[in-house]
């Protein structure tokens, strides 16, 4: 058979075709000719995967947005040190800490 060369960076290999492979068109295949129906079912389930995702993460993005804001309100109404100015009393709030995990 021949032999081919492939190199990487770090490594050379050398392989040996030992026969030839028969073309797939030449092929017989037992499975249905008509297979665009399973096409457009994997084509818009992953349409809807993807926009589920999409309005899920849209969804965490802005409650999390909300709760660490609200955390810094209420620190505010209680009186504590902004976190502008140098405070840090934000993180003893478990809403601030919910909206951050989230």
Do not use: M
């Amino acid at each position: 058979g021949s032999l081919i060369t492939l190199s990487c960076l770090s490594h050379r290999v050398v392989c040996q075709v030992i026969s030839s492979a028969v073309p797939a068109d030449l092929v017989q295949d037992n499975s249905t000719s008509d297979s665009s129906w399973i096409t457009r079912l994997e084509n818009n389930y992953g349409f809807y995967i993807g926009l589920g995702l999409a309005v899920f993460s849209s969804f965490l993005i802005g409650s999390s947005v909300i709760l660490k804001k609200k955390g810094l309100l209420r620190l505010v109404e209680k009186g504590g040190t902004r976190a502008g100015d140098g405070g840090h009393g934000y993180l003893k709030d478990w809403l601030w800490w919910a909206g951050l995990l989230t």
